[in-house]
């Protein structure tokens, strides 16, 4: 048990990875205590956050213990069972989102379910629970087919592009709960990001692209290029109609693919998202901010950008694992560049943090960006 004395309201984040880290500043601003709940000391946001306790996310007893004296609970992930945030809020705590909202980032199928309900456009889907079940849908949608993970895929784990019963039967080797999706042959990925308040006040940051890279975000543009304003003003509202329709309460992403016959939603989160982090210095309230206010039902906070371009270039590991040694170069080469790193040991391919770039060009917006990212990483010049 911690012997540490909160002054301010408590909001207790489950998980202690980079985005319950990128949380603390704003925190300390609005005068919140964070409390975070990780596996181990050496966690990311438990290498800076005071109040972390240690324990583990799916024991109830754990959580129970974590809660007291919260004003608020919320997530850094998305793994809680949702039966033991359904007890904490029966306790009467405050959970931020609830259970019923947050299954839908749980469980693909339920959100799928949901969607098409409300009239969300999504592609064709359906359970599948066997490898001939999925080739025939298949057959029926055309090839290739996507099959996904129920439960538990993320940064492009649990997702399989099927080009033939063969790649179908290998999917369904691994043994996981699966569905099938229709594929979609989209331009790009966009991604909107609103926040809501537990008393239904709601607001919505710029449509962003983001650019993937085997499954990974590598990119982000702000606001996303091209993009007309009613197409901008579509993905807002779809952004909000979900929200409001799921009930949730907190930061919801709605990552979506851009198609020559209009916009289709791919996934959600319901949590701060790799696809905000350019809010930190290019929005006047950034998402981690934002989050904040909306579980302790404060008001919002303006989502305008500070700039007319934001470009945020995710930090892959690679094989050098003391970075620090490259800050000389990147931060004389480019002032104005801004890096954040995660506090997490240095692994290829792992997110470790990220750069932003901030002006009012596209192309040398995303150049700079590019430039510190990939020496950082690498340490080339680009």
């Known amino acids: 048990m911690s012997s540490y004395s909160p002054i301010g309201p408590v909001v207790g984040i489950v998980g202690a990875g980079q985005l319950a880290r990128m949380s603390q500043p704003p925190a300390i601003a609005l005068g919140i205590e964070l409390r975070v709940l990780a596996n181990t000391p050496e966690e990311s946001a438990a290498r800076v956050i005071v109040d972390t306790r240690i324990g583990d996310y799916r024991d109830l007893g754990d959580l129970r213990e974590f809660a007291k004296g919260c004003a608020a609970i919320t997530f850094d992930h998305e793994h809680v069972p949702t039966e033991h945030i359904r007890a904490l809020a029966a306790a009467g705590h405050a959970v931020h989102p609830g259970a019923d909202a947050l299954v839908h980032a749980q469980d693909k199928a339920v959100m799928r379910e949901r969607l098409t309900a409300i009239g969300v456009p999504c592609p064709a889907w359906a359970r599948v629970s066997s490898a001939e079940e999925a080739s025939r849908f298949a057959e029926e949608h055309g090839w290739p087919v996507v099959l996904k993970s129920v439960r538990g895929g993320y940064d492009g784990r649990g997702v399989w592009v099927c080009r033939s019963p063969e790649d179908v039967a290998e999917a369904f080797a691994t043994g996981v709960e699966l569905l099938a999706e229709a594929f979609v042959p989209f331009e790009r990925e966009l991604a909107v990001l609103v926040a809501r308040s537990p008393h239904g006040q709601g607001v919505s940051y710029p449509v962003v692209e983001t650019v993937q890279q085997d499954g990974i975000c590598v990119e982000v543009i702000a606001p996303a290029p091209g993009l007309d304003p009613e197409g901008a003003a579509q993905a807002q509202r779809i952004g909000l109609k979900i929200a409001h329709e799921l009930g949730v309460t907190g930061l919801l992403a709605v990552e979506l693919f851009d198609t020559p016959n209009g916009l289709v939603v791919n996934e959600l989160a319901m949590r701060p998202h790799n696809s905000g982090h350019w809010t930190i210095e290019g929005s006047t309230t950034s998402q981690f901010e934002q989050h904040l206010r909306a579980v302790l039902d404060l008001p919002l906070g303006s989502p305008k950008m500070t700039a007319q ?64 990212a990939v020496y950082l990483t690498t340490g080339e010049y680009t």
Do not use: Q
Not at 321 to 345: C, N, Q, S
Not at 352 to 368: C, K, P, Y
């Open 309 to 372: 371009v934001v470009v945020m270039a995710n930090l892959l590991g690679g094989e050098e694992p003391d970075l620090f040694k490259r800050y000389e170069h990147v931060l004389a080469h480019d002032p104005g560049i801004k890096l954040h790193f995660y506090g997490k040991e240095v692994r290829p391919g792992r997110k470790i943090g990220h750069v932003t770039a901030l002006g009012s060009n596209l192309e040398e917006v995303r150049a700079r960006a590019h430039h510190a």
